[in-house]
């Protein structure tokens, strides 16, 4: 089946129902493994001009979808789920070349994606419209009377991040084409070739010529240019928070939904179980090496108890493995490039410079950065405020449970905390003082289940994903109002 998406390692787009190779052979880009640099595939450097005609088809192609029955769109994504699953190995196997994820996890997230576009499909219902009575309103009788019908917004530019090519691509598509807009997809350029496996499972599945589309290309060529371009209509876009302030500025008036960084606090009480408070702390922060948006990126611990925690996680920590993601066991994997390395040695640095103390790692091997503890951070150091995207975990500790709520809302992210306690009372007091978009009880931050709604609030974005939610945001109310003579 995925023969016809690649020659020769070269990966061609779906463009208006068909496959098509680059034009020119000689501008193509690489994608090399961060895992040892060889070549994953090649894709298309797409022209300004191609994206012209690839908005073209998809704003034509939608004018039909919308008309198909929303009971057959739900059939179509089932189908793409099923399709999906089925071809999970060999999706995982080639994130883990193109993505550096261990096979584990890859296969998992093509799971979850499947799950999550079946979930989708199982939502249809939000496309039911409604109908209101003026007559509730002073002034007005039942003789004027609204049909609400949720309609498509149109053309859908959805971008998804390197980190999960898969399931952050489809968690946009799904609601996307569910609510019958069509979509243009652009994956980061890591990740792509993982990514278009999933477009084909779309295709293959009965998503209709232009439905679905898929670019590639430099940022510098077709970047601005599409975010900018008339015939979008929405852009739902996964990212860095540096991008999605110069996205928001490009898009002037097209609405957007934004998922961008996080600086995710693990807030531990006096009375927390430390055990649990422990494990779930690291794996909170370590898996996939941090490079999570819902990472666990700083411990705040009151003073009474961080020694004990401390000693807790260092053992948590000898439990991890680092290397080569082909092995089941290893946690900790190579960065996605050597530029991210660096800014975490960096914020490592600065911290060490400044009077932390590194308990564990602060070493880093080209791109592999070991899982590195550091503990005694202080406000004037980098890494209590910086993202690093990065197996590294500081630990604040405070006098007490004010002081965690302040330092944690100082942060310019606010996208999700957890908080360590016996106390429901206590965690429910925390909790409503957080400014983020969802605080976690006695567990690690963590985005699923994927129903659940999940938005951040200050840099860490703008709008609500989660099934429903996504799919509410990709339509919008249309109102036919009946004025009788009753
Ligand atoms: O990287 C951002 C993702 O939305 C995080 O999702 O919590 O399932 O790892 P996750």
């Keep these: 089946m995925f023969n016809e998406i690649s020659n020769d390692k070269v990966y061609k787009n779906l463009i208006h129902g068909e496959w098509v190779e680059s034009e020119n052979l000689e501008n193509l880009i690489e994608i090399k493994s961060p895992l040892d640099g060889s070549l994953v595939g090649k894709v298309t450097a797409m022209s300004k001009k191609d994206i012209d005609n690839v908005i073209k088809s998809a704003k034509k192609a939608q004018a039909n979808w919308d008309n198909v029955p929303i009971i057959k769109r739900v059939e179509i994504l089932y189908k793409a789920a099923d399709i999906l699953e089925k071809h999970s190995n060999e999706i995982a196997e080639i994130m883990l070349y193109e993505v550096c994820k261990d096979i584990k996890s890859a296969k998992t997230e093509v799971l979850r994606t499947a799950d999550l576009i079946r979930s989708t499909a199982n939502h249809s219902d939000i496309l039911q419209g409604e109908s209101l009575t003026g ?139 430390l055990n649990l ?39 948590e920590m000898t439990k991890i493995k680092a290397g080569n993601p082909i092995h089941e066991d290893v946690t900790v994997v190579p960065l996605i490039d050597e530029k991210t390395a660096e800014f975490v040695e960096s914020l490592i640095e600065d911290a060490k410079k400044l009077g932390a103390d590194i308990l564990i790692g602060g070493k880093r091997d080209k791109n592999l950065v070991y899982p590195t503890l550091v503990d005694n951070v202080t406000e004037n150091m980098r890494l209590a405020w910086e993202e690093p995207f990065g197996p590294v975990l500081p630990i604040i500790r405070v006098k007490d449970i004010e002081e965690a709520i302040e330092i944690s809302n100082k942060s310019e992210y606010g996208l999700q905390a957890s908080v360590f306690t016996k106390d429901i009372n206590k965690a429910f007091y925390v909790a409503n003082k957080l ?52």
């Excluded at 232009?210 to 929405?234: A, K």
């Excluded at 702390?281 to 941090?290: D, H, K, L, P, R």
């Excluded at 938005?455 to 919008?476: L, P």
């Design 277 to 315: 408070a422990a494990n779930n702390i690291v794996s909170g922060a370590f898996s996939y090496s941090g490079q999570r948006c819902t990472a666990i990126k700083r411990i705040l611990v009151t003073k009474d108890v961080a020694d004990n925690l401390v000693s807790l996680i260092k053992d």
């Design 135 to 273: 007559s509730v309103y002073p002034g007005y009788t039942k003789n004027k009377q609204a049909i609400v019908t949720k309609v498509p917004l149109g053309v859908v530019l959805a971008i998804s991040p390197f980190n999960y090519p898969i399931n952050l691509a489809a968690s946009k598509i799904a609601p996307a084409i569910l609510a019958g807009n069509s979509v243009v997809f652009k994956s980061a350029t890591q990740g792509v070739i993982s990514a278009l496996h999933m477009v084909k499972c779309f295709e293959e599945a009965g998503v209709p010529a232009g439905v679905l589309n898929s670019v590639t290309g430099y940022g510098s060529e077709i970047g601005d240019y599409i975010v900018s371009h008339r015939g979008i209509n929405f852009i739902n876009y996964t990212g860095s928070t540096e991008v999605g302030r110069k996205l928001s500025k490009l898009a002037e008036m097209t609405p957007l939904l934004m998922e961008l960084g996080g600086k995710d606090s693990a807030i531990v009480l006096d009375d927390a179980d």
């Design 435 to 486: 400014e983020v978009g969802a605080v976690q009880i006695n567990n690690k931050t963590e985005r699923g289940p994927d129903i659940f709604p999940f938005s951040g609030v200050k840099d860490s974005g703008v709008g609500v994903q989660g099934v429903k939610y996504a799919i509410e945001a990709m339509t919008r109310p249309k109102s036919i109002v009946l004025n009788l003579n009753l």
